[in-house]
């Protein structure tokens, strides 16, 4: 049944209080009316009109029913035009999301770059993980996303893979920060202050091989992402973390930044938005994080020697 097209009738003979009035209002014939409001009646199991050879009286229940007919029609004319105007990028609501490990300088850039390029579509701006992102996605309830890879991209459009490397955090005073650059093999003993398998699985695999390939296991993994709370970890304990150059707790003064010899380690991602469904703001929220990554986070594109893998390649085993 259609539904909205039998609300419509619904209502137009409830205002009319005549069939006849109401199909010429609606250009129907009368007996498809008819028929139409009485397999809403049935659908509904609420009888909505009385019917006489005079006249035609609204039932209490339809009564009851006829307000939230109403706004039921008036949501469902408010999607259409929200949907064509986002389709056309003219104006809207962009549903889009970033991970939470996304400096602020990189979410400032983001917001400003977009709203110069469209100005008539309201960014509703979510912080979720890749994993959080990768369902969203596929149940439609997000527009676009910045997704970290390796990842499974099937369904996926992708705008252009960014790169940049990481380096290791470490307290001041560690052996390790004497160094200009760290080999992963100088790291053998610390913990590994890392993000939640859950949010990135592929990610998180992927990282620690990459570790045990270059002569690097944790002792112990500990999962942390605020600034604060990995600060702590990384005082506290023996333990590092991996971070891009130019994080803002790479500024710490009781923390030092060095980049890892050889560069063994990346964070690669990209705008990722469901196919078939790339819209004008869509598109130029993909270019907009392309370029404030490239300004606020040194990202550029990922050029490999060999080929690129976005979907997972290889699981951690421990």
């Known amino acids: 049944m259609d539904l909205i097209r039998h609300l419509q009738c619904f209502v137009a003979v ?10 010429h209002r ?24 009385e019917r006489s050879s005079r006249r035609v009286t609204i039932t209490k229940g339809g009564t009851l029913l006829l307000d939230e007919a109403r706004r039921l029609l008036a949501d469902a004319e408010a999607l259409t035009a929200t949907a064509r105007r986002i389709q056309e990028g003219h104006s809207g609501l962009l549903r889009a999301a970033l991970p939470p490990d996304i400096s602020g300088e990189s979410v400032a850039a983001i917001l400003d770059g977009f709203h110069t390029r469209s100005s008539g579509v ?13 369902s969203r996605l596929a149940s439609h309830a997000l527009d676009v996303g910045l997704i970290h890879h390796p990842c499974d991209v099937s369904g996926l459009e ?29 790291l053998s003993g610390y913990d590994l202050i890392l993000f939640p398998r859950a949010d990135a699985p592929a990610v998180h695999d992927d990282l620690l091989t990459t570790c045990a390939r270059h002569g690097y296991t944790p002792a112990a993994v500990r999962h ?26 790479a500024r710490d003064p009781d923390l030092i930044w060095r980049p890892l010899s050889g560069a063994p380690l990346a964070r690669r991602h990209s705008a990722a938005w469901p196919k078939g469904r790339g819209d004008a703001a869509v598109r130029a929220f993909a270019d907009t994080v392309t370029d404030a990554l490239g ?3 040194a990202a550029g594109p990922d050029l490999p020697t060999g080929p ?8 951690y085993w421990i």
Request: glycine fraction near 8%; avoid cysteine; aromatic fraction near 4%.
């Open 26 to 49: 609606l250009g129907m014939a009368q007996p498809p009316l008819s028929q139409r409001i009485q397999r809403l009646e049935r659908e509904l199991g609420v009888r909505l009109f």
């Open 295 to 297: 300004r606020t986070a």
């Open 158 to 186: 992708l705008g252009p893979v960014l790169r940049h490397e990481l380096g290791v955090l470490l307290p001041h005073d560690a052996p390790a920060a004497r160094l200009d650059s760290v080999p992963l093999t100088a």
């Open 224 to 249: 942390g992402q605020g600034a604060s709370f990995t600060r702590g970890l990384l005082l506290s304990s023996r333990a590092v973390a991996f971070s891009p150059r130019g994080a803002h707790h």
């Open 14 to 23: 409830a205002e009319e209080s005549h069939f006849g009035r109401a199909a």
């Open 308 to 315: 690129l893998h976005l979907r997972p390649a290889a699981e």
């Open 122 to 134: 309201e960014l509703e701006l979510h912080e979720l993980s890749t994993a959080e992102q990768l």
